[in-house]
């Protein structure tokens, strides 16, 4: 089993910065391909970006591309998600995800990741 929990969500204004992290417990961290979803309300889940276990890939959906950056501290089995230049369609609950078996087809596929946060709401406002 591998735990996650989020923090960092918040309430901030568009154009603003924020960053979400996900402390991982549980099994081997370095071990998961760690990636990030969100939801909006009334929307499906929706990929954000992962990042492979040695931290050497990242993958971002194009909506985020530009102004997200994942990245990971294996020796702190933490996975950061930092939010730049955030806009009110950014609004979601953001969940952390781990998955030992997620290929490069599979990235953005919910089912590849077997572990899942709780979740923290990021509210921007316009």
């Known amino acids: 089993q591998v735990q996650l929990v989020e923090s960092g969500g918040g309430l901030v204004q568009a154009g603003d910065s924020l960053k979400l992290s996900c402390a991982a417990s549980?099994?081997?961290?370095?071990?998961?391909?760690m990636a990030w979803f969100r939801q909006a309300p009334g929307m499906e889940l929706e990929f954000v970006g992962a990042i492979s276990w040695s931290g050497g890939r990242t993958y971002y959906a194009d909506p985020v591309k530009g102004r997200f950056t994942i990245s990971r501290d294996n020796a702190k089995t933490t996975v950061y998600l930092q939010m730049g230049s955030l806009k009110p369609e950014d609004t979601a609950v953001y969940y952390c995800?781990?998955?030992?078996?997620?290929?490069?087809?599979?990235?953005?596929?919910?089912?590849?990741?077997?572990?899942w946060g709780q979740g923290t709401q990021v509210t921007v406002s316009s």
């Open positions: 995800v781990a998955g030992s078996k997620v290929s490069i087809t599979t990235v953005t596929y919910t089912g590849a990741y077997e572990y």
């Open positions: 549980g099994r081997t961290f370095s071990n998961y391909n």
